[in-house]
């Protein structure tokens, strides 16, 4: 007799996994979604549609359709001005009583498709002790070059995150499943004031709710993970302009969420990054105004031997950490200067989060 057989004899029920999938205009997506929770080898026992109002009402009633008709319970979120971060927060103060301490919640994008063993690996996780586990992504097909750039990004943050057992800053929004528990002990601390105060278990006020959820998680003494068997597929953004607002949501975001629990044990690694990626923006900006008064003046350049050492094992380098997507990808980033003007791209987003936060400007999603 296994142990949840003997639980269920003796009159307590094994631990539940409840699926919350906050979702709002994802009318293309959300059935694949529903078609990889079914899919799952350690199958979820609920699955919840939480849906906001759409101003155009036919998606909205498309959204609840398919839902139902994938098994799925679909309620709707009432007065949520506050987004994915409202939305949840809602769905949660309905669930969180009707379950127990051992229950656990993932919450996931519904453009997030999950990989079969996603629900069996993060619970056994939780099962071990943590309080949170999340995952890694993959990004999806499409984009053109901004798409293979952000693909190459996410191969080579789920490496690093592998190379580390697991270890992350920030568990991803995409999907994460959490201890029931742990999500009481946020609530009960931000009611006494031990964590930043908050309308739920989300933090509406700030512009990255998942980073900051962590850094409570952290603050709380839970510990999380992100192992490297509980993957996914989620969407890339499509053009530049898109990219570069949902990352600049990201940096300024995580940079406020640092100053709101400011610099302790929890934080302290964030702060680091932080600085090495200002410092990384400032010689950038240096080496590319350098190149470029020494081509307006006519001055001669001279590149010394170390630097092409440099240049070479850069560009092994770059091959070797996304070599998993393929040896095209590979021989691709081996050219570096288009990878390089990518990462300019987003040191420039940093530096214009730095410049926003500094000057208050007004937050944007």
Same mark, same amino acid.
């Given at each position: 007799?296994?142990?949840?057989?003997?639980?269920? +004899?003796?009159?307590?029920?094994?631990?539940?996994?409840?699926?919350?999938?906050?979702?709002? $205009?994802?009318?293309?997506?959300?059935?694949?979604?529903?078609?990889?929770?079914?899919?799952? /080898?350690?199958?979820?026992?609920?699955?919840?549609?939480?849906?906001?109002?759409?101003?155009? *009402?036919?998606?909205?009633?498309? +959204?609840?359709?398919?839902?139902?008709? %994938?098994?799925?319970?679909?309620?709707?979120?009432?007065?949520?001005?506050?987004?994915? %971060?409202?939305?949840?927060?809602?769905?949660?103060? $309905?669930?969180?009583?009707?379950?127990?301490?051992?229950? %656990?919640?993932?919450?996931?994008?519904?453009?997030?498709?999950?990989?079969?063993?996603?629900?069996?690996?993060?619970?056994?996780?939780? #099962?071990?002790?943590?309080?949170?586990?999340?995952?890694?992504?993959?990004?999806?097909?499409?984009?053109?070059?901004?798409?293979?750039?952000?693909?190459?990004?996410?191969?080579?943050?789920? !490496?690093?995150?592998?190379?580390?057992?697991?270890?992350?800053?920030?568990?991803?929004?995409? @999907?994460? +499943?959490?201890?029931? *528990?742990?999500?009481?002990?946020?609530?009960?601390?931000?009611?006494?004031?031990?964590?930043?105060?908050?309308?739920?278990?989300?933090?509406?006020?700030?512009? &990255?709710?998942?980073?900051?959820?962590?850094?409570?998680?952290?603050?709380?003494?839970?510990?999380?993970? @992100?192992?490297? !068997?509980? /993957?996914?597929? &989620?969407?890339?953004?499509? /053009?530049? $302009?898109?990219?570069?607002?949902?990352?600049?949501?990201?940096?300024?975001?995580? #940079?406020?969420?640092?100053?709101?629990?400011?610099?302790?044990?929890?934080?302290?690694?964030?702060?680091?990054?932080?600085?090495? %990626?200002?410092?990384?923006?400032?010689?950038?900006?240096?080496?590319?105004?350098?190149?470029?008064?020494?081509?307006?003046?006519?001055?001669?350049?001279?590149?010394?031997?170390?630097?092409?050492?440099?240049?070479?094992?850069?560009?092994?380098?770059?091959?070797?950490?996304?070599?998993?997507?393929?040896?095209?990808?590979?021989?691709?980033?081996?050219?570096?200067?288009?990878?390089?003007?990518?990462?300019?791209?987003?040191?420039?987003?940093?530096?214009?989060?730095? &410049?926003? @936060?500094?000057?208050? !400007?007004? !937050?944007?999603?």
């Amino acid at each position: 007799m296994n142990r949840s057989e003997d639980r269920e +004899l003796s009159g307590v029920r094994p631990p539940m996994v409840v699926v919350l999938v906050p979702a709002y $205009r994802e009318v293309d997506s959300l059935g694949h979604v529903l078609e990889a929770l079914r899919s799952q /080898t350690r199958p979820p026992d609920r699955i919840v549609v939480t849906l906001d109002p759409h101003r155009d *009402e036919e998606r909205t009633d498309t +959204l609840e359709r398919m839902g139902r008709e %994938a098994g799925a319970e679909v309620w709707h979120s009432v007065g949520n001005k506050h987004k994915k %971060a409202g939305n949840l927060n809602g769905a949660l103060a $309905r669930l969180l009583p009707t379950l127990s301490d051992e229950d %656990a919640v993932l919450v996931q994008d519904a453009d997030t498709y999950l990989d079969p063993h996603f629900i069996e690996v993060t619970h056994r996780k939780l #099962l071990q002790g943590y309080g949170a586990v999340g995952g890694n992504f993959r990004g999806r097909a499409g984009g053109g070059l901004c798409g293979v750039f952000q693909r190459n990004e996410y191969a080579r943050y789920a !490496r690093d995150t592998k190379r580390k057992h697991g270890k992350v800053l920030c568990l991803t929004g995409t @999907a994460c +499943l959490f201890k029931v *528990e742990a999500l009481r002990d946020v609530l009960d601390a931000r009611g006494n004031g031990r964590l930043p105060a908050a309308d739920g278990v989300y933090d509406t006020k700030v512009l &990255t709710e998942d980073n900051e959820l962590t850094l409570a998680l952290k603050h709380r003494g839970w510990r999380i993970v @992100a192992p490297s !068997r509980a /993957t996914m597929t &989620t969407e890339v953004m499509v /053009t530049w $302009r898109d990219l570069g607002k949902q990352r600049l949501r990201w940096k300024r975001g995580a #940079l406020e969420n640092l100053f709101d629990y400011g610099l302790t044990r929890h934080t302290f690694e964030g702060w680091v990054r932080q600085l090495i %990626a200002f410092l990384g923006a400032t010689v950038s900006a240096l080496y590319v105004g350098s190149v470029l008064w020494f081509a307006a003046t006519g001055a001669g350049v001279r590149i010394a031997p170390f630097w092409l050492a440099f240049t070479g094992f850069y560009a092994v380098e770059r091959a070797i950490t996304v070599k998993a997507r393929g040896w095209r990808t590979a021989m691709f980033s081996m050219l570096v200067v288009p990878e390089w003007f990518y990462d300019l791209f987003l040191q420039g987003v940093h530096i214009r989060a730095l &410049t926003d @936060a500094a000057l208050h !400007r007004e !937050r944007t999603w």
